[in-house]
């Protein structure tokens, strides 16, 4: 009965440093453990090593990546001003469209590059969301705000339903939130026809809060639905639009690592409705609109 208590101390001992990150082979002498313990640590080492291995190379991923971004931004800003220069010469009409293109690929090199430090960083885990319990108006006011100089020009009506009880709250990092849900108003503004309406509509659950934006636009075909939160996935409705195919994955990153998840409900040529589900908080009142 002893043995087999101080065995089981041992286990969990082993266990606990293996949790917390501080399990080191040398303090558990083999010759001194049972059979079932000598196994557990053997596991418990070849476990450690891998973790410590993982995290080596997200950290040399990260610092890659940040060093092509610096090392690039020099010679891609000269691009950029200098192609804007040659733009403004007068130039013969061929010329005119060489300027253009090297313009429009420079700009499409810097969000790629931006964005491959965006995926990079949330895809190390190696920051932090800084969450705090808030409601969603200032998020939604000022993402829609961010949209509607580009909603104007197609003539497109961007609405937010004010529910009656008040925007709700929910737990989230309001900078990164901003960005997923401006990826997702982008989109609707992007893939609808001119002189529609996206609508934004604050919804609240028992567990979880937040929004949904509807548009009727291009719709998403059910078969491209798994597909579209894919890296660089572009669909059948992007092949005409610009864009690189990385904002529906940054959002599902953002969302998810937060605690919240996505919902999209689509059909081709009638439009789409993409839901944001964020954490709720533990004091939340279960409201419904
Ligand atoms: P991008 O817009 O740059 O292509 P995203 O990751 O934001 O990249 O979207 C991936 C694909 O999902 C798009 O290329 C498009 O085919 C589809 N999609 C996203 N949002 C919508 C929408 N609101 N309506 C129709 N298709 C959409």
């Not at 339903?161 to 990164?176: I, L, M, N, Q, S």
Request: aromatic letters at 8%; charged letters at 30%.
């Amino acid at each position: 009965m002893f043995r087999r208590k101080n065995e089981y101390d041992i286990l969990n001992q082993m266990l606990e440093d293996a949790m917390d990150g501080t399990f080191q082979e040398d303090v558990y002498d083999e010759s001194e453990l049972s059979k079932l313990q000598v196994r557990w640590k053997r596991y418990l080492s070849a476990a450690s090593l891998s973790e410590q291995e993982r995290n080596r190379e997200k950290q040399s991923l990260k610092e890659l990546i940040t060093n092509i971004s610096h090392q690039t931004r020099t010679p891609l800003t000269n691009i950029l001003l200098y192609a804007q220069l040659l733009g403004e010469q007068e130039l013969e009409e061929s010329s005119r469209e060489y300027a253009d293109q090297i313009l429009s690929h420079a700009q499409k090199l810097e969000l790629l590059i931006q964005s491959l430090v965006r995926m990079s960083r949330l895809e190390t885990g190696m920051f932090q969301y800084h969450v705090e319990k808030q409601t969603l108006e200032i998020l939604i006011r000022s993402t829609v705000e961010s949209v509607q100089a580009k909603a104007a020009q197609k003539k497109i009506e961007v609405q937010v339903c004010v529910p009656e009880k008040g925007f709700p709250a929910a737990c989230f990092d309001r900078k990164w939130t901003a960005e997923a849900v401006e990826n997702i108003l982008d989109n609707a503004v992007k893939y609808s026809p001119p002189q529609t309406t996206v609508t934004v509509r604050p919804f609240a659950r028992e567990l979880f809060a937040g929004l949904t934006v509807t548009d009727q636009g291009a719709g998403i075909a059910e078969e491209e639905i798994p597909r579209i939160f894919s890296r660089f996935y572009r669909g059948e409705a992007g092949k005409d639009k610009e864009g690189i195919g990385v904002g529906l994955f940054l959002t599902r990153q953002i969302t998810e690592g937060q605690g919240g998840y996505l919902r999209v409900i689509s059909e081709k040529g009638k439009g789409s409705s993409f839901s944001i589900f964020l954490p709720a908080g533990e004091s939340f009142q279960t409201e419904r609109f």
